[in-house]
């Protein structure tokens, strides 16, 4: 049976990892009838915010791998424990902890870089030429991953396309429902809540992303 590492990096949109594109990630993979492990990195989030006002604590830090264990019912390991034989392919859902704790993009843009630990974590899997699928802002982490102007999309903000671009990748526009597959690299991209304006309309791509990653391993 296959086995599938998602990596999530917090719980909560806005300073972490968004829970509905995670759990319909989990979702797609259960119904594939895979297996699959949450790792996530061991280190503190850029910030903490309040979801229901949306304002950032001045006072309150939360640990990424602590807080992704609510989303992972408390199976989830440190991205250090990674034994690569072990897996067939990584997706990695977005929220913005994907831009703020797994690299700084919310704050750096197209100067951005990855966590030294997530960017080794994802490079085991591009050394193995394992599959790849980013969703929603997390795309902008494959261009420091492929050097070679990796085919990807976050869905049609010019801002955020201009910056992949800037960063060496090749963005192509998508809708909610599309995926864009580079078969060079192995990897696939959705908009997902880029784009989404609900949780129905999120998992149309979500569910192909999954489905192709899943042929590609």
Do not use: W
């Amino acid at each position: 049976m296959k086995n599938i590492a998602v990596l999530l990096s917090g719980c909560g949109v806005y300073d972490g990892a968004e829970i509905h594109e995670s759990v319909l990630t989990l979702l797609a993979l259960s119904k594939a009838c895979v297996n699959y492990q949450c790792f996530a990195p061991d280190i503190e989030q850029m910030h903490v915010v309040n979801h229901l006002n949306g304002e950032v604590s001045a006072e309150e830090t939360r640990n990424v791998l602590q807080e992704s264990a609510r989303l992972a019912r408390g199976e989830v390991s440190n991205i250090t424990e990674l034994n690569i034989s072990e897996f067939d392919a990584l997706i990695v859902p977005g929220g913005f902890g994907a831009a703020k704790n797994l690299c700084d993009f919310a704050v750096a843009g197209s100067a951005s870089k990855l966590h030294p630990e997530v960017e080794s974590f994802i490079q085991e899997f591009a050394l193995a030429k394992k599959p790849m699928g980013f969703m929603c802002i997390a795309p902008v982490m494959m261009p420091a991953i492929f050097k070679s102007g990796v085919k990807g999309t976050i869905g049609n903000d010019s801002g955020t396309a201009q910056a992949y671009t800037e960063m060496g990748g090749q963005h192509v526009d998508a809708t909610v429902e599309d995926i864009v597959v580079d078969m060079d690299n192995l990897v696939v991209s959705t908009p997902a809540y880029m784009l989404a304006n609900s949780i129905a309309d999120a998992n149309i791509g979500i569910e192909k992303l999954v489905d192709q990653v899943l042929k590609m391993t």
